[in-house]
């Protein structure tokens, strides 16, 4: 029952940072006017960081990781994701004819458990604890 309740907490958070990401991204291109391809790794950096911090306090309680080194891991393992992200977005696109915002949601539910499963295994190394 422990399991579920920490991976409800995962998505939990998850879902906020992301929604934060989103919220960032829009009031940085479309109100400030800076370019996407710049508005993009700054905003999922903040969200990601933001994730992390949550994430560690009440998800994987008790890690057996540093702060710093399980950050960078956490960012590291964040930053494979965004790119498999971009790639099978770009896939559900193009060779799927899947709406944008429909294949990115869609891809979201994947990548965000096997980021979870990576966290909880081998960066936070809590899985059987609370």
């Not at 080194?69 to 930053?79: E, I, Q, R």
């Amino acid at each position: 029952m422990h399991g579920l309740w920490r991976f409800l907490r995962y998505c939990a958070i998850g879902v906020s940072t992301f929604l934060l990401d989103l919220a960032m991204l829009y009031v940085a291109v479309s109100r400030w006017g800076i370019p996407y391809y710049l508005a993009t790794p700054c905003t999922f950096l903040i969200a990601v960081s933001c994730n992390y911090a949550l994430s560690r306090t009440f998800v994987f309680r008790g890690s057996q990781r540093s702060w710093h080194g399980g950050y960078l891991y956490f960012a590291s393992v964040a930053l494979l994701g965004a790119a498999a992200t971009t790639g099978l977005v770009t896939v559900f696109v193009e060779f799927l004819g899947i709406y944008y915002l429909l294949a990115r949601v869609l891809v979201a539910g994947v990548i965000g458990m096997v980021n979870y499963l990576v966290n909880l295994h081998f960066n936070f190394k809590v899985s059987g604890k609370y």
